[in-house]
């Protein structure tokens, strides 16, 4: 059972993380926009980490996290945002979701591997 859940718009960004952390022994299911986000993560509640973008068509990445934690109820899930945003007001606007990390683009599979690694713990 996956544990993880990628959700980003483009297909080769999510198939370059799942590549790589299949590599790494850790199981990936996807999504590419917050709607399928959040559809996936109630079709697998083994999910412990969502790995996200923020900038998608059709619900954004904080969209789909406010929905998971205030509509779905999901306070457990841990999230992990891939995003080119870094600015100290984005991250504000990220606490009350709580994010745990930030991953700016482009993956860098090396570097996060320790952060996801421990998250999945």
Do not use: Y
Request: charged share 25%; aromatic share 4%; with cysteine.
């Amino acid at each position: 059972m996956a544990s993880l859940l990628i959700v980003d718009d483009s297909s080769a960004v999510r198939n370059s993380i799942v590549q790589f952390l299949n590599e790494h022994g850790i199981e990936c299911i996807t999504a590419s926009n917050g709607f399928e986000g959040i559809e996936q993560l109630k079709a697998n509640p083994g999910i412990k980490l969502i790995i996200t973008d923020i900038m998608m068509p059709e619900m954004t990445g904080l969209e789909m996290l406010d929905k998971i934690r205030n509509e779905v109820g999901n306070q457990e899930v841990k999230v992990l945002i891939l995003t080119n945003e870094n600015s100290p007001e984005f991250k504000l606007k990220c606490k009350p979701l709580k994010v745990k990390a930030w991953i700016v683009k482009p993956f860098d599979g090396p570097n996060a591997l320790p952060v996801i690694q421990k998250l999945l713990q």
